[in-house]
């Protein structure tokens, strides 16, 4: 299949390329930048007058909830949203059920997505067997079978011993860790930020000090074992200034933040909103701004969905009884673009935080638009706007807080390995 | 969005659920005062039933088990002529697959008029006035740590029986604030209805992060606390909490933060004394203040009727009527 994206303008931080450009893609790779090659017959011509092109999304954090959920969501449903958002890379964690501590499990979901062919899809592996936190998992073979690195996901790993053994096991193999910072002792049965929110709503506190010891521990250990390190979906403030300073003292480490905690905060919650329980919770203000200022310093190098579908019961009940997460794939660019237009970001930074970057992170080669590249392309209508209604979501799951939210700008094309896996109607 | 809304108020402003104090007027506290005013006198007649919710039907849905709060309720709806059913569904019932929705729908095929509803997690209440049926109106008689709006506003009616206005006076709550769903209540109905000031007493594991916003001075000193203050709010310590990591023994707890002649004389010497119930004697407060002179606990749970028959009658629509039949 060869297809011709014309006119659109293309924009590529990988390569600070910006500028009014045909695309030409044949055999699942970008063939050219500009004019086409002598001789190139498209099948296919999308035209991109007045659009933006830029390359598919990288999205580091996507709960497909396959295996062990399907009656929340499928690789297929999921991969199938993810295609119309202009995602084109989902990286799932390894808390599925069973839990991927072993090459089968992995193959299987590599499988099924294949099959569904929307997206790729890559997963991490389990850093200890079954998530106990007690005994290593086969890193080794997980690598063998393509994960992209290991993670004990929201399960923690409450022995520094085993944590210290973990890092440096997955050191010697040249794996990437990445964290889930939350000390479970201070997380309790909490369900919302600790502070003057939670406590007027009589909601137990997760407070600000579970996040961050457990940021302070692991950077101690990072320095300790030398692992390459990325912490996941921070949520304050503080724990980004303490990233921060590893950084600036040379540790190998990278974190990301989900789209939702950029705009929402403990506020959001309102009347026990149950759309706005997630987890990490949502913050205060101040967290929101200094994660918002940790964008800018690249401290935050990404930006993730942390898609949580959910089916309906799920997030029917009081607030604390319900499901954490929020259903997110198709608000991660949307909600990515509005820092553009709030000034939080330029439109080179924002889409580097989507797609080079996290591609950085995972090691893969992807996240550009120049020759010889793997073709995944977002097409990008700029000016379209529109509403988000739950009713009218791809995924199967529709619990989102963003309902009513009006956007400017929506995917109208998206390309994965050559091929047309999404065009609006 | 409905959430933004306040969904206690209908459109014309008028009370339609109870479900915290959170967000009503002064106003409308003062009118449930007046109103549960009017039936204190009912419970002194020979026939102690006015006919005003003749023909209703409320369910008291107790998912946490409670004698008090529930009887009191049931009396409330029986002087007002409603019929009544009580429901106690225990926790296993629901974890045993019903949903709270389930069960909800059950009870509405029943046709009943009003939830009354106590539940162990915060918003409780809320959820069930989203998701019950227009025609329903809920009464949150307790949900978590949350709120627990009939229980301050009898409070409130008791206070405000022994002071000629709520503007001068000083209130402390003194006990485990951070668990508390009647502190929280009483927090709002305080600050709306406009006293001095309000205080809250207790060690820093028993007070919630970042309580000031509700408009609240936090002390840790029990002595500190209670100089000069009006009005003395108990509150219960849960047996659970009595040891661990949130305090080291009762016995501690009483010497530190208990309320005995001694540490009440810091108080005003007009000072009342008042207490949820049920009491702890020895843990928060000693025999002799409890059943001494300057303790209301007694006439708090009177007052919880009238009360109680006030928000029934207003949140049923039978507000004019309650007034009318004085």
Redesign the interface.
């Known amino acids: 299949m060869r297809i011709l994206i014309k006119g659109g303008r293309v924009i590529d931080p990988k390569t600070q390329f910006d500028a009014v450009a045909d695309v030409a893609i044949a055999n699942g790779k970008i063939i050219s930048l500009g004019k086409a090659p002598a001789g190139f017959e498209a099948d296919k011509v999308i035209e991109a007058n007045d659009h933006w092109v830029f390359p598919g999304i990288v999205d580091l954090c996507a709960r497909l909830r396959e295996p062990g959920f399907e009656y929340k969501a499928t690789i297929a449903s999921e991969t199938a949203a993810a295609a119309s958002a202009g995602i084109t890379t989902l990286c799932s964690p390894p808390d599925t059920v069973p839990v991927i501590d072993n090459a089968t499990v992995l193959e299987m979901i590599y499988h099924r997505a294949e099959r569904a062919n929307n997206a790729r899809v890559v997963s991490i592996g389990a850093l200890t067997a079954k998530l106990e936190g007690k005994n290593l998992s086969e890193m080794l073979a997980l690598k063998n079978a393509g994960a992209v690195g290991v993670s004990n996901a929201f399960k923690p790993v409450k022995s520094s011993l085993v944590m210290r053994r973990a890092m440096e096991y997955a050191s010697s193999h040249d794996l990437t860790v990445f964290l889930y910072a939350e000390d479970p002792w201070l997380r309790a049965g909490g369900c919302a930020h600790?502070?003057?929110i939670?406590?007027?709503?009589?909601?137990?506190?997760i407070?600000e000090i579970a996040e961050t010891i457990a940021v302070a521990r692991d950077l101690a250990l990072i320095e300790r074992t030398g692992v390459r390190a990325h912490f996941c979906r921070l949520s304050t403030a503080k724990a980004e200034r303490l990233i921060a300073r590893a950084q600036h003292d040379g540790l190998p480490v990278t974190a990301d933040v989900s789209a939702h905690q950029l705009h929402l905060s403990d506020m959001d919650i309102?009347?026990?909103?149950a759309d706005c329980n997630v987890r990490p919770p949502l913050r205060a203000l101040r967290d929101r701004d200094g994660l918002r200022r940790g964008l800018r310093e690249k401290t935050i190098s990404a930006i993730c969905s942390d898609h949580q579908p959910h089916d309906i019961?799920a997030k029917?009940?009081?607030?604390?009884?319900t499901e954490p997460g929020i259903s997110a794939l198709e608000t991660l660019l949307p909600l990515t673009m509005r820092l553009v237009r709030d000034n939080v970001l330029s439109l080179n930074e924002a889409i580097a935080k989507l797609t080079i970057e996290p591609a950085k992170i995972l090691g893969l080669p992807l996240g550009t638009i120049e020759a010889g590249a793997i073709a995944d392309v977002c097409v990008y209508d700029p000016e379209k706007y529109w509403v988000l209604s739950k009713e009218a979501m791809v995924s199967a799951g529709n619990n989102t807080p963003f309902?009513?939210w009006e956007f400017e700008g929506k995917v109208v094309h998206t390309l994965y390995a050559g091929q047309s896996v999404y065009s609006a109607k | 969005m409905s959430y933004r809304q306040n969904i206690q108020l209908t459109p014309d402003k008028k009370l339609k659920h109870f479900l915290t104090i959170e967000g009503l007027s002064r106003a409308i506290l003062t009118d449930i005062l007046d109103t549960a005013e009017t039936f204190v006198s009912v419970g002194e007649q020979a026939v102690k039933k006015v006919p005003i919710l003749r023909g209703k039907t409320i369910v008291n849905l107790f998912f946490e088990n409670s004698t008090r709060t529930r009887t009191t309720f049931e009396l409330a709806a029986k002087r007002l002529s409603a019929d009544v059913l009580n429901i106690n569904i225990s926790v296993s019932a629901t974890s045993k697959g019903e949903s709270l929705l389930d069960t909800l729908r059950n009870l509405e095929a029943m046709q009943s008029d009003m939830f009354v509803v106590r539940h162990s997690e915060s918003g409780a209440a809320h959820f069930i006035a989203q998701n019950a049926p227009d025609h329903i109106s809920v009464i949150n008689a307790g949900d978590g740590c949350h709120a627990h709006p009939t229980q301050a506003m009898l409070d409130m009616f008791t206070i405000r029986r022994h002071f000629p206005s709520f503007n001068q006076l000083k209130v402390a709550i003194v006990g485990d604030i951070l668990h508390s769903r009647v502190a929280r209540s009483q927090i709002h109905a305080l600050t709306t209805l406009g006293v001095e000031e309000v205080r809250v007493i207790g060690p820093k594991t028993l007070i919630p992060t970042d309580v000031e916003p509700m408009g609240v001075h936090v002390y840790h000193d029990l002595r500190q606390g209670l100089d000069d203050v009006d009005v003395v709010i108990m509150l219960r310590l849960q047996n659970e909490r009595m040891q661990g990591a949130l305090l080291p023994s009762p016995q501690e707890y009483f010497q530190s933060y208990g309320l005995t002649e001694n540490t009440l004389a810091y108080a005003r010497p007009t000072a009342i004394v008042m207490h949820p119930g049920p009491i702890n004697r020895g843990v928060e407060i000693s025999s002799k203040v409890a059943d001494g002179p300057r303790s209301v606990i007694l006439e708090q749970v009177t007052n919880g009727i009238a009360v109680r028959m006030a928000v029934m009658s207003m949140v049923l629509g039978s507000y004019a009527a309650a007034r009318g039949e004085k």
């Open positions: 600790e502070g003057a939670s406590t007027r709503m009589g909601l137990t506190g407070p309102g009347d026990f909103n019961d029917i009940g009081p607030f604390n009884n309902s009513g």
